[in-house]
C-alpha cells in the first residue's frame, strides 16, 4: 500500500472541483492545471496549489501529457486524478505517469487499451458469454463482404468506429444501397478523428434503452457493480439526463447485468471505477455495449442512491487498499435523476450558446445537489464542452425525485447564453419520461421547439386563469407593492430575456 500525499487534478470545471473536494474531505492536498482561458476559475482559486499549463485551446494545455507531469515534478504532486474527457482514457498518459513514479488514479494501462477498442473489448467480453448484438467480430474494410454481412443479419444495421465515441464514426444504414457511402463515411470520420479507420458491423436495435452499470474493483482481485442508470435521454448520441436506478428493471435482470458487468472488467483485469454499458431492447434483453474506464459523468446519481463517494473509491484504490465492502453490503436507497445544464440552445438544434453569465443562481433545499464550476459574471469559454452544471434530484421514489428536480429547475436563475434548462423540464413534463416508457428516441420522437413553446404557452395560460380566479375571490386590497401571484417556473421567464 502507497499513501498518496497530494494529488494533481489533471482537469478543469466541474469534475476538478469534484475531485478536490473528496480530496479534501481526506486530508489531501490538490494542485489544479489550467490554461490561460481558465486563468479565474473556480477550480483554480479551491485548489491548494495551481499551475499554468498553456494556451486555452485543449491541444496546447489539457492534452499536453509532459505540461501535466512537468506540473507534478514542479509542485511534488505524487498522484494524477484524470477526471473524465481530455487523457482521461489515454492509455499513453497513464503509461507515462507510472513510468514517471507517479500513481495514476485510474485502471492500468493495460485495461484502458483493451476497453478503448471496442473490438478487442468484444473479444475480452466474448470469453465470459456477455450477450452480445449480432454482428462482425473483427474490424472490417470490404464491401462486398460487409455486403453479406448486412443480408445476414438483417436491416437496419451500425456501422461503429471501433476506436471511437460520442458518435463519431457511427452510421445507421437503413437498406442495401446506402451501405458504400455509409461505410465510406465512417472509415472517414473515424480515421480523422481517432487516427483509426477501424469500423465494424452491429445490428441496429431501433427503440433501445441505454442502461450502464457501475463497477469498482480494487487491485486484489475483488469486485463489484454499484447497480444501474438509465441513460437513454440523448442528443447526437450524447446523454442529456440521467437516473438511477431505472424504471424498468426487474431485480432479476438487475442481478443479471450487474454480473455481467463485473465479468466484463474481470476480462481486462480491471481495477478502479468503471463503467459497463449496455443496450436493452424491447423485450429487455440486454447485450454489451462498451466499458467507459473511468468516472462517468453520471457519477453522482450513483452516490446519491448508494452513499458510496466514487472519488474517495478511487484514490484509495490507487493507493493499494481493498475494498472495504462488499456486494452483499451494497444497496439502493431512494431515486436520483441528473440533468446536465448545457449552454445550448434547445430551438436551434442544441448548438452551443456561450458568452457571460449575467445571472448564476442555484437551486438550493431538500434533496438537490449542483455540481458545477462557473459562477455569476463568469464568460462561457468557447474552447470546451459548454456544460455548466450537473443539477442532481434525489428523493424517497421516483416521482418525488421528479418534482424536486422540477422544482429545482424552476429555482435556476440562469441569464444570459441559452441554457438546456427549459428541454429538461420539458422531458421532466413529458408523460413518456414520466411514465418510465421511453427510449433513446425520445428527442426524436416527441421534442420539437414548437412543442416546448406550445407546453410553456399552455402552462402560462393556466397560471393566469389560476391567478385570475384567486384575484375574483378577493376582493380585499392588497398594500402598495404586494403582488398577489403563483410564482411560474423561471425557465419561461429568464427565457425572454
Known amino acids: 500500500m502507497r499513501k498518496i500525499h497530494k494529488i494533481l487534478v489533471a482537469n478543469r470545471g466541474e469534475i476538478a472541483l469534484r475531485v478536490m473536494r473528496s480530496a479534501r474531505e481526506m486530508g489531501i492536498p490538490t494542485v489544479a492545471v489550467y490554461s490561460e482561458a481558465d486563468r479565474r476559475s473556480l477550480h483554480v482559486r479551491y485548489a491548494d496549489e495551481a ?63 483493451v476497453m478503448g477498442s ?197 484514490i484509495k484504490i490507487a493507493a493499494g487498499e481493498k475494498l472495504s465492502f462488499r456486494q452483499e453490503n451494497l444497496s439502493i436507497t431512494g431515486h436520483a435523476v441528473e440533468v446536465r445544464v448545457y449552454a445550448e440552445d434547445p430551438r436551434n438544434n442544441f448548438l452551443p450558446d456561450t458568452g457571460r453569465l449575467q445571472t448564476y443562481r442555484r437551486p438550493q433545499g431538500p434533496g438537490i445537489r449542483v455540481d458545477d464550476g462557473f459562477e455569476q459574471g463568469m ?13 442532481i434530484a434525489w428523493g424517497k421514489d421516483r416521482a418525488e425525485a421528479i418534482e424536486r428536480m422540477k422544482r429545482a429547475i424552476d429555482e435556476y436563475d440562469i441569464t444570459g447564453p441559452e441554457t438546456t434548462l427549459s428541454f429538461c423540464r420539458f422531458v421532466m413534463e413529458h408523460e413518456a419520461f414520466r411514465s418510465g416508457n421511453f427510449d433513446t428516441n425520445f428527442i426524436s420522437r416527441y421534442y420539437t421547439p414548437e412543442v416546448q413553446e406550445r407546453a410553456a404557452t399552455e402552462e402560462e395560460m393556466d397560471i393566469a386563469a389560476a391567478l385570475a380566479v384567486m384575484l375574483s375571490r378577493n376582493d380585499t386590497p392588497q398594500p402598495a407593492g404586494q403582488v398577489t401571484s403563483s410564482q411560474g417556473s423561471k425557465w419561461k421567464v429568464t427565457r425572454r430575456k
Open 379 to 391: 464568460d462561457i469559454p468557447i474552447y470546451y464542452d459548454p456544460m455548466l452544471a450537473k443539477l
Open 51 to 113: 499551475i499554468c499549463i498553456g494556451p486555452a485551446p485543449s491541444a496546447e494545455s489539457y492534452l499536453r501529457i509532459d505540461k501535466i507531469i512537468g506540473a507534478c515534478r514542479l509542485t511534488g504532486a505524487d498522484a494524477v486524478h484524470p477526471g473524465y474527457g481530455f487523457l482521461s482514457e489515454n492509455a499513453t498518459f497513464a503509461r507515462k505517469v507510472q513510468e514517471a513514479g507517479i500513481v495514476f488514479i485510474g485502471p492500468s494501462p493495460e485495461s484502458i487499451e
Open 118 to 314: 471496442k473490438l478487442a473489448a468484444k473479444a475480452a467480453a466474448a470469453r465470459y458469454n456477455i450477450p452480445m448484438v449480432p454482428g462482425t467480430p473483427a474490424a472490417i474494410a470490404d464491401f462486398e463482404e460487409a455486403r453479406l454481412v448486412c443480408r445476414q443479419i438483417g436491416y437496419p444495421v451500425l456501422i461503429k468506429a471501433s476506436a471511437g465515441g460520442g458518435g463519431k464514426g457511427m452510421r445507421v444504414i437503413g437498406q442495401e444501397d446506402e451501405l458504400p457511402e455509409g461505410m465510406q463515411r465512417a472509415i472517414s470520420e473515424a480515421a480523422s478523428a481517432f487516427g483509426d479507420g477501424s469500423v465494424f458491423i452491429e445490428k441496429y436495435i431501433t427503440s433501445p434503452r441505454h442502461i450502464e452499470i457501475q463497477v469498482l474493483g480494487d487491485q486484489h482481485g475483488n469486485l463489484v457493480y454499484l447497480f444501474e442508470r438509465e441513460c437513454s435521454v440523448q442528443r447526437r448520441h450524447q446523454k442529456v439526463i440521467e437516473e438511477a436506478p431505472s424504471a424498468i428493471l426487474t431485480p432479476e435482470i438487475r442481478a443479471a447485468m450487474g454480473k455481467s458487468a463485473v465479468d466484463v472488467a474481470r476480462a481486462c483485469g480491471y481495477y478502479g471505477a468503471g463503467t459497463v454499458e449496455f443496450i436493452l431492447d424491447e423485450e429487455k434483453n440486454y447485450y454489451f455495449l462498451e466499458m467507459n474506464t473511468r468516472l462517468q459523468v453520471e457519477h453522482p446519481v450513483t452516490e446519491m442512491i448508494t452513499g458510496v463517494d466514487l472519488v474517495k473509491e478511487q
